[in-house]
Structures are given as C-alpha cells and as structure tokens.
C-alpha cells in the first residue's frame, strides 16, 4: 500500500509567476484584489510579486505597491528578489519572505540574468547569510531542475549540487523547478527521493509547469517520494520570459481536486478559489484550460 501524505501546502505562485509572462499591464488594482480571493480560498503561503527590473518584466512594475498593500498577518507572502538591487529594495517593506533563484542550466541562467550558474550563486550567498541575519525566511528557485531549453536533460548530480550549495548557505526552503514541462513521472520520483534523503531538514517543494499536461501525473510521483508542498498557480497561469515554450504551471484547481479525492487535506476551498481566477480570466490573455475549470463553467 502506498504511503502519502495525509496533508499538503500549496504554493500559490499565480501573482507573481503566473502573470509575470503577460504581455498586457494587468491593473494593480486587480492584483490586489486576486491575491485577496486566492487568500480568502485558504491558501496560506503565496509568491506575491517580485522585485526586478520593469525594463525587463513590465507587468512586475508595480510590485512595491502590491507589496506595499497585499502584506498580512496570516501569510507567508513571498517577494522574489534576483540581485542586490532587489533585495535592497526588500529590506524597505514589511515583508519577511523572500525567494531568489538561480537556474541549474549555465545557458538559463545566462539568458534570464546574465550571469552564469556560479556566478549567481557567488552574489547570492553573502545575500542569503545576511537575510538569515535579519530574520528572514529565504525560499530558493532550482531552474531548469530537469531540462534546459538550451542544454537539453540535465544531469541529477548536478541538481542535487545545486541545492546543496543553497542549503550549506542557510535558504530555509528548495523549490525546485521543472521550467519547461519535460520532467516524465520517474524523474520527478528520482530527484525528489535523493533531495528528500540529501535534505531532510529543509523544506522541498516541487514546481513543475504543465507544458506536455504531466504536471498532475508528476505530483503524484512526487507525493510517493514524500513530498508535501507543490507550487502551483491558479487557473494554470504562467510561464517563463526566458524559457522559449514553456506553458503555465500546474492549475492550483486541479491539483487541489486530485488531492481532495486521493483524502489528503489541502484546506483550499475550490468554490472560493474559482472566485479569484474568474476575477483575473478577463485581464490575461492565456486562456483558463484547466480540467476543473472547464468542467464548471460547463455546468454553471
């Protein structure tokens, strides 16, 4: 008999993620308001926005006043910051939660920060001790955990070194990325295993975008390793500037739903969740195709 999880944590990575690929400005306004609904769902830990140039991200642009705003007390409400330059601008807020990233993929990373894998990690590890100084909670990003859109299969070993270099640091949680959909259900369990014996005292959680419709199949891989906690985005919103075809991350509806019915406890409502993705469907311009969606709007 299989052993799983009797309760998971999602995610909600959809404000920030999720709607950092939109072309179209989607109106402060509105984020506010989908971040208020994804809360009143239940979601307790969420990306809220991030901290980056909006030369290169426009729809980020107005993160400061999300930040500004969409803080409480209930949430853990993650800033993603790529550079000193964001974090600085971090240490100006209330928020106490913060993510950075670094693809495993030396051409990812090039094309996303222009920086190479170790390079980024040499800014970055001096930034991390200095959060974990402060008090900070520090998530880190794995890219490119899988496959590269540049490089091809990624070697686990190299992953899994990765993650130790974040962890020797002090990053208090690994979210770790398959960024553009390739991982097949065997990988996921194979990786996510070996960081689960490697990490034990770390939070892991897996985020994988649904571009071959194998997100569901390798959460539950994953839920066989042992694992607990998955990013997700409502309305499987999302996408990557840098990572060429790459489609939305798994729905949060359908991940709940599947879960639901499996017995394991998400404490996310799906009623109020269809609230929040209803309210941003009109502003984006990625069609809602998930199953749980689709199925009811066809029955309301």
Not at 34 to 60: D, Y
Not at 82 to 107: H, L, M
Not at 258 to 265: A, H, P, Q, T
Request: net charge neutral.
């Amino acid at each position: 008999m299989m052993t799983l999880p009797k309760k998971i944590t999602i995610i909600e990575v959809g404000p920030r993620d999720g709607l950092q690929n939109e072309k179209q400005f989607v109106p402060t306004e509105i984020k506010k308001q989908f971040i208020q609904e994804l809360r009143n769902a239940g979601i307790m830990e969420m990306e809220l926005t991030s901290f980056v140039s909006p030369k290169w991200v426009p729809q980020m642009g107005d993160a400061a006043e999300i930040v500004l705003d969409c803080l409480d007390d209930q949430t853990r409400n993650i800033v993603l910051a790529p550079n000193r330059k964001g974090i600085d601008r971090i240490y100006s807020t209330s928020c106490k939660a913060v993510a950075v990233f670094v693809g495993v993929s030396d051409s990812f990373n090039k094309k996303n920060i222009n920086k190479s894998t170790s390079e980024s990690m040499a800014e970055l590890k001096p930034i991390i001790q200095e959060l974990k100084e402060k008090g900070y909670f520090v998530r880190a990003c794995i890219s490119t955990a899988f496959y590269c859109p540049y490089e091809g299969k990624i070697n686990e070993n190299d992953t899994i070194q990765l993650c130790r270099n974040f962890v020797e640091t002090g990053v208090d949680e690994l979210s770790v990325a398959d960024t553009i959909g390739m991982a097949a259900p065997n990988e996921a369990y194979s990786l996510f295993v070996k960081l689960k014996e490697a990490f034990p005292k770390t939070l892991l959680t897996a985020h994988f975008h649904d571009t071959r419709k194998l997100g569901l199949a390798n959460i539950f891989a994953c839920l066989q390793a042992g694992i607990d906690r998955f990013d997700t985005s409502a309305g499987g919103l999302g996408g990557c500037p840098f990572a060429p075809g790459a489609s939305g991350n798994t729905a949060t509806e359908d991940v709940v739903y599947m879960l639901e019915r499996m017995g394991i406890v998400t404490g996310i409502d799906l009623s109020k969740l269809l609230v929040a993705i209803e309210l941003v469907r009109p502003y984006v311009s990625r069609k809602i195709e998930s199953s749980y969606y689709r199925l009811h709007a066809q029955n309301n």
